[in-house]
């Protein structure tokens, strides 16, 4: 297995992917579930990234190429998801009981586009289009389970900072990650738009 190759998978998906700041998202989002479902809805989400980013890797290329969807419409289509999600936080539409969105908030958002984003089939997609044998594939694969498992534990751990926050705190950052993912989901629609306005003015 090609060492350096891991490496270089590793850290520029972990950057990307960021599991430090996914918690005070995955928090966000399951502040109304008890222990037992958060624990669920973390291997759910993480579960559902790795399908995706392998199902890419596997086939990417094909995958697009086929649909004629280029990977700023995807840039775009994650953003305007991500942009749905933020204000339902910051507008407090999470906090309804009668909502079902938390229901299947490990998939989306958490799983897919927050997890398994833009970004992070792009790099996957590059990855395995510069790899050059076997050993290459298996060093890529390698690094993807391994960021999932770093994924997996930030978020299997987010109940300890929930016992330290309290109900109050947790309130604080619902609002704070309704901003970063407003955030996120800006940036990603204008990188979206410079590569639609770069690829046709030229």
Do not use: C
Request: without cysteine; aromatic residues 8%; hydrophobic residues 55%.
């Amino acid at each position: 297995m090609d060492t350096k190759l891991f490496g270089a998978a590793l850290v520029t998906l972990f950057v990307i992917v960021d599991p430090p700041g996914s918690v005070p998202i995955f928090l966000a989002l399951t502040r109304s579930l008890d222990f037992r479902a958060r624990n669920k809805a973390a291997w759910q989400a993480v579960a559902l990234s790795f399908g995706v980013i392998v199902g890419f890797a596997v086939a990417g290329g094909q995958i697009l190429s086929y649909l004629g969807i280029s990977l700023p419409a995807m840039q775009a289509a994650g953003g305007l998801l991500l942009l749905l999600v933020a204000l339902e936080l910051l507008t407090g539409k999470q906090d309804d009981p009668d909502s079902s969105a938390t229901s299947n908030v490990a998939l989306v958002p958490l799983g897919t586009p927050l997890l398994a984003g833009p970004g992070a089939i792009v790099a996957t997609i590059v990855f395995v289009r510069q790899a050059g044998g076997f050993t290459d594939y298996v060093a890529i694969g390698a690094a993807i389970i391994a960021v999932h498992l770093i994924i997996f534990a930030f978020l299997r751990f987010s109940n300890v900072i929930v016992r330290v926050l309290k109900q109050g705190g947790i309130e604080v950052v619902t609002r704070i990650s309704g901003l970063l993912v407003a955030a996120i989901a800006v940036q990603l629609i204008a990188d979206a738009v410079a590569s639609f306005v770069r690829q046709y003015s030229s």
